[in-house]
């Protein structure tokens, strides 16, 4: 590590390649330190965000206007343009203030960080900094120490691998996560992302984790349709849209909407639209003929 006015500290540098930037999270330094006893840096501002890490020791955090002593095991993170300052806790002696940082950017940002419980409002998480977090942080900076061993997707990698961990610690001293609050709405995006490929039901509620009962009744409540109806709906919807072009036949289609048979599809259109999909297609040819 090198001296600095107030600490010793290892700082690693990156330049985002334009392939990193398309993944719309990259990393911009790195590194750890050990606090001298004047330890402070601040007030200011930076471009970027900033996790940090604390391994050992304790300091107090200045944000908007609130302070708040944290300490071993906790995260804090610096939001681009937020005024912010951070200093070691007055009389401190043992053990020194070591920490260590992330600064990164990207359109992921932001939201990676809200699932993991920070904003800007509350910009630290007691307790976050476990559950092999110090590892991945390690590694990282490992790889960016290296140059000769960097690789754009062992890079990628290591970045989503640290907020993952840091999500299932968040969860852990929660006691939430923000799968649980919201698998609702993660059910029906599953539904939106996986409609064509032959689930059911069954999946749904796999993926909700809940009892089918209630996956029912909170379906019915905010879409006014069970999963079932719902499912069905897209399926048709996108089987109507599909029966525009002429280049597919029925059975083409039947088996892109994931269903087994074009006598499975073809039943299930006929019950949603009142005809079959041959007499919809042709219904379509002669309005389309008339304009």
């Known amino acids: ?21 398309l993944g719309g999270l990259w990393p911009v330094r790195t590194g750890h330190n050990e606090a001298k006893p004047n330890y402070r840096v601040g007030p200011k501002v930076i471009e970027c965000y900033s996790l940090h890490f604390v391994a050992d020791g304790q300091l107090l955090f200045h944000y908007a206007g609130e302070t708040v002593c944290l300490s071993q095991g906790d995260i804090f993170c610096l939001y681009p343009q937020n005024r ?9 002696v043992s053990p020194r203030l070591r920490m260590y940082w992330l600064a990164f950017d990207g359109g992921q940002a932001e939201s990676l960080l809200a699932r ?16 092999g977090l110090e590892q991945v942080v390690e590694e990282l900076q490992q790889l960016l120490r290296h ?9 990628q990698a290591l970045l989503f691998r640290l907020f993952g ?33 032959g689930i059911s039901v ?9 009892h089918r ?13 069970s999963p079932g109806q719902y499912l069905n709906k897209l399926r048709m919807e996108k089987g109507a849209g599909m029966l525009m072009a002429q280049d597919m036949s029925v059975t083409d289609i039947s088996y892109s909407l994931g269903y087994p048979d074009l006598f499975s599809f073809s039943r299930a259109f006929c019950r949603h639209f009142g005809v079959s999909p041959t007499h ?7 309005e389309n003929t008339a304009f």
């Open 213 to 225: 009962s209630h996956v029912h009744n909170a379906f019915i409540r905010k879409t006014g349709l």
């Open 1 to 21: 590590m090198k001296e600095f006015a107030h600490e010793y500290a290892e700082i690693l540098y990156h330049t985002p390649t334009e392939l990193e930037k």
């Open 165 to 197: 961990q840091l999500w299932r610690s968040s969860a852990v001293h929660s006691g939430s996560g923000e799968e649980g609050k919201h698998w609702l709405d993660h059910s029906i995006a599953f539904l939106h992302m996986h409609y064509m490929e």
């Open 84 to 92: 912010y300052s951070y200093e070691l806790k007055p009389g401190q």
């Open 280 to 286: 919809y297609r042709k219904r379509l040819i002669i």
């Open 147 to 155: 140059r000769e061993e960097y690789r754009e997707p062992d890079l």
């Open 116 to 131: 993991a419980g920070l904003d800007r409002r509350r910009p630290y998480l007691p307790g976050g900094f476990a559950d």
């Open 202 to 210: 069954a999946d749904v509620v796999k993926v909700a984790g809940v």
